[in-house]
């Protein structure tokens, strides 16, 4: 399959998604902000679960020399069709490929790449995305009960199933396959605020 990787996340809040992955892939992310301190480490938790699942897809020996080559490169947001159709390229030519959209949930991220391609190109589009995405990061920061920010993440790994309804277009399904697979460290939007709410860091009205 060779060693492609696309990799998505929605981003708010002081750092914004493309610095923050620059940041990581420089391994310059500093900052002596506690909020920041928390998402960063957060984040980078994300990362390594879509990295992981990047590698497992792969030749052993062909992701060591992808990470050899330093081919991790940040691409910035997608803003239009010109930016998403480079990010796919990209991707297919074996770059571990970090990029950032405005979106809130991992089938919105979907939905927002497919919906810039003509009616007539979004079979082959998702057929593509199937192969090549393997992992789609989400954030929000929320109002915690002391009145602080935190973040509060949804993240989607790559596998068979999320596979299928991606070249499907059973977008809907994706939020059923992440609670399903919550022990592969999957996790949706809505279970992160409840088990933030559960231990008391925020309330109902948040």
């Not at 923050?20 to 391994?27: Q, R, S």
């Not at 020399?65 to 490169?73: P, S, V």
């Not at 399904?173 to 605020?193: F, H, I, R, W």
Request: charged letters at 25%.
């Amino acid at each position: 399959s060779g060693h492609n990787k696309l990799d998505n996340a929605k981003n708010s809040g002081k750092q914004g998604g493309s610095s923050f992955f620059a940041g990581e892939i420089n391994g310059q992310n500093t900052t002596d902000s506690i909020i920041e301190q928390k998402r960063k480490l957060a984040g980078k938790q994300a990362m390594k679960l879509v990295k992981d699942a990047w590698e497992r897809d792969n030749d052993k020996s062909e992701s060591m020399q992808a990470m050899n080559d330093n081919r991790e490169k940040l691409l910035g947001e997608m803003r239009d069709f010109d930016t998403i159709s480079s990010a796919i390229t990209a991707a297919e030519t074996g770059v571990l490929l970090f990029s950032t959209l405005h979106t809130s949930s991992a089938d919105n991220t979907i939905n927002r790449i497919v919906d810039v391609f003509p009616a007539n190109q979004q079979v082959q589009v998702r057929s593509q995305l199937a192969q090549l995405i393997k992992g789609v990061v989400c954030q929000q920061l929320v109002t915690s009960v002391d009145g602080t920010l935190i973040p509060v993440f949804e993240v989607m790994k790559s596998s068979p199933a999320i596979h299928n309804m991606i070249r499907e277009g059973k977008l809907h399904q994706l939020e059923s396959a992440m609670q399903a697979a919550s022990a592969d460290g999957m996790v949706t939007m809505d279970a992160s605020l409840l088990d933030l709410y559960e231990k008391g860091r925020i309330t109902k009205d948040t």
